[in-house]
């Protein structure tokens, strides 16, 4: 996620780019065609109402894009809220021997969940820009390592015969779950709270699952590519057309306005292409690039929370934004 107030004018074009210089050489070797005498121009009527269609679509695409990005941030402000309700029922529901020892127990249990939930999401999928990752000259130097860290994060908080017990796992966070929602059952069973507490964290643990599956929704769904792949045809349609059109802004006569034509035209084929590239890199919240979620930074908060409550040791800082990103 960029948490300054603005994208820079550079950082953006670099991005957005190759459009624009591609949408140049070919509306320049228009224009020349036409002042070689060649009449190419094309009435900007029918080239416009192309245009203005595909800003419709457009805008149509890049709001449902952003409902995505949007839904998968409520998702996980969602998790923080009902994980400090985990951690604040932890706290006072267990009660008896051992209780400080259980408390931790279960809560670095739960932030072994959060950390494996977030390396499945950062996990790649073909639709998405995984060689598009944070990188380069603008973005932070490094990157999580999502596909080796996992076992080595887990260690941290789960015991290391319950961390090989999930490498045999297709779905290492639903099986965290299941342990916790074991061991819950074990410590009601023992008489470490009543059952109508225990209730009452079978129902954190739900919505633990239902947060879980949304995410997995949107990770595991991709965007209708139909509809992604619509707005990229027709951008290309419309901008196959319109330095034809622009010719008839530009008279020949005029050669100077002859030589702004391809820069015009090149101009509005990169602000179409800017705005699919806009509503495309929005489709994928969790892919690990420069504009999603920031669930790493998101989990790390809930950590810091969860630690507290239970006076540990060595508790990490918040993450901060590097270069302007957050992970």
Same mark, same amino acid.
């Given at each position: 996620?960029?948490?300054?107030?603005?994208?820079?004018?550079?950082?953006?074009?670099?991005?957005?780019?190759?459009?624009?210089?591609?949408?140049?050489?070919?509306?320049?070797?228009?224009?020349?065609?036409?002042?070689?005498?060649?009449?190419?121009?094309? /009435?900007? $009527?029918?080239?416009?109402?192309?245009?203005?269609?595909?800003?419709?679509?457009?805008?149509?695409?890049?709001?449902?894009?952003?409902?995505?990005?949007?839904?998968?941030?409520?998702?996980?402000?969602?998790?923080?809220?009902?994980?400090?309700?985990?951690?604040?029922?932890?706290?006072?529901?267990?009660?008896?021997?051992?209780?400080?020892?259980?408390?931790?127990?279960?809560?670095?249990?739960?932030?072994?969940?959060?950390?494996?939930?977030?390396?499945?999401?950062?996990?790649?999928?073909?639709?998405?820009?995984?060689?598009?990752?944070?990188?380069?000259?603008?973005?932070?130097?490094?990157?999580?390592?999502?596909?080796?860290?996992?076992?080595?994060?887990?260690?941290?908080?789960?015991?290391?015969?319950?961390?090989?017990?999930?490498?045999?796992?297709?779905?290492?966070?639903?099986?965290?779950?299941?342990?916790?929602?074991?061991?819950?059952? $074990?410590?009601?069973?023992?008489?470490?709270?009543?059952?109508?507490?225990?209730?009452?964290?079978?129902?954190?643990?739900?919505?633990?699952?239902?947060?879980?599956?949304?995410?997995?929704?949107?990770?595991?769904?991709?965007? /209708?590519?139909?509809?992604?792949?619509?707005?990229?045809?027709?951008?290309?349609?419309?901008?196959?057309?319109?330095?034809?059109?622009?010719?008839?802004?530009? /008279?020949?006569?005029?050669?100077?306005?002859?030589?702004?034509?391809?820069?015009?035209?090149?101009?509005?084929?990169?602000?179409?292409?800017?705005?699919?590239?806009?509503?495309?890199?929005?489709?994928?919240?969790?892919?690990?690039?420069?504009?999603?979620?920031?669930?790493?930074?998101?989990?790390?908060?809930?950590?810091?929370?969860?630690? $507290?409550?239970?006076?540990?040791?060595?508790?990490?800082? /918040?993450?901060?934004?590097?270069?302007?990103?957050?992970?």
């Amino acid at each position: 996620m960029y948490t300054k107030r603005n994208y820079s004018f550079w950082m953006m074009f670099k991005w957005s780019k190759t459009p624009f210089f591609m949408g140049l050489i070919y509306s320049a070797t228009i224009g020349f065609i036409q002042y070689q005498g060649f009449d190419l121009a094309l /009435p900007w $009527e029918p080239v416009s109402i192309i245009g203005i269609a595909l800003a419709f679509y457009l805008g149509f695409k890049n709001n449902s894009s952003y409902d995505r990005l949007w839904e998968a941030r409520k998702i996980w402000g969602g998790l923080v809220n009902d994980s400090r309700s985990l951690g604040a029922a932890i706290m006072s529901f267990v009660q008896g021997k051992n209780k400080a020892a259980i408390q931790k127990e279960l809560i670095y249990r739960h932030i072994a969940w959060l950390t494996a939930l977030r390396h499945q999401l950062r996990l790649s999928k073909e639709w998405e820009h995984s060689e598009l990752r944070i990188k380069g000259k603008y973005f932070p130097v490094a990157s999580e390592d999502y596909h080796n860290k996992l076992n080595k994060e887990l260690g941290l908080f789960l015991s290391p015969a319950e961390v090989a017990v999930y490498d045999e796992k297709t779905n290492t966070a639903t099986q965290i779950l299941v342990t916790q929602t074991k061991r819950l059952q $074990e410590l009601k069973d023992q008489n470490y709270f009543d059952n109508f507490r225990h209730m009452e964290f079978y129902q954190l643990i739900r919505s633990f699952y239902d947060g879980q599956g949304k995410a997995e929704r949107i990770k595991n769904f991709p965007f /209708p590519r139909q509809y992604a792949s619509t707005a990229l045809w027709l951008n290309f349609t419309f901008c196959l057309f319109l330095p034809f059109g622009m010719l008839g802004f530009f /008279p020949a006569v005029d050669i100077w306005l002859l030589c702004l034509c391809p820069f015009m035209s090149a101009l509005l084929i990169w602000i179409y292409f800017l705005m699919e590239k806009i509503g495309d890199y929005s489709e994928n919240p969790f892919e690990g690039s420069f504009n999603d979620v920031p669930i790493t930074s998101i989990a790390r908060a809930i950590e810091i929370d969860l630690r $507290e409550m239970i006076d540990d040791t060595d508790i990490p800082a /918040p993450l901060s934004s590097e270069k302007g990103f957050l992970l």
